[in-house]
């Protein structure tokens, strides 16, 4: 597990290893925040962007189950990328941290589970009013 003071996490899924192929889980106490919505990304073009945006009060984890992309983060000082290209190794976003998706690979798919249900009252979608957040 890679932290930084963002509170922005690398976690390592557990594996299990076999012959036929690998298995990997995510199960209560896996991440730091119990999940209640999955979604995920796929046929992104290579030069689109997502995210764009923060959330008030719900925790994101992003894992790249095929290809590769990545994710800037920024909480308003400080920015940092990570490029997630392994199905067992997620990031997690807390609250309060702008995100950008980029350089999607070709075939890639990303998977999000979000702490809650959809709620748009939960984004900060303009860049400005991230900021204003912050101070």
């Known amino acids: 597990?890679?932290?930084?003071?963002?509170?922005?996490?690398?976690?390592?899924?557990?594996?299990?290893?076999?012959?036929r192929g690998n298995l990997s889980f995510i199960q209560e106490g896996?991440?730091?925040?119990?999940?209640?919505?999955?979604?995920?990304?796929?046929?992104?073009?290579?030069?689109?962007?997502r995210g764009g945006h923060s959330h008030v009060r719900q925790d994101e984890f992003l894992?790249?189950?095929?290809?590769?992309?990545e994710?800037?983060?920024?909480d308003g000082a400080k920015k940092k990328t990570f490029f997630l290209n392994k199905p067992n190794i997620g990031?997690?976003?807390?609250?309060?941290?702008?995100r950008e998706l980029s350089n999607f690979s070709s075939g890639s798919v990303c998977?999000?589970?979000?702490?809650?249900?959809?709620?748009?009252?939960?984004?900060?979608?303009?860049?400005?009013?991230f900021l204003a957040s912050k101070k």
């Open 71 to 74: 994710v800037v983060v920024e």
């Open 91 to 98: 990031l997690h976003i807390p609250p309060g941290i702008w």
């Open 63 to 69: 894992i790249a189950l095929s290809g590769s992309f």
């Open 1 to 19: 597990m890679l932290s930084d003071s963002m509170n922005i996490k690398l976690i390592d899924l557990p594996v299990i290893e076999d012959y």
């Open 30 to 49: 896996i991440l730091p925040f119990n999940f209640k919505r999955v979604y995920y990304l796929f046929d992104v073009p290579s030069n689109a962007y």
């Open 111 to 129: 998977l999000v589970l979000n702490s809650d249900l959809f709620s748009e009252d939960d984004y900060i979608r303009d860049y400005g009013e």
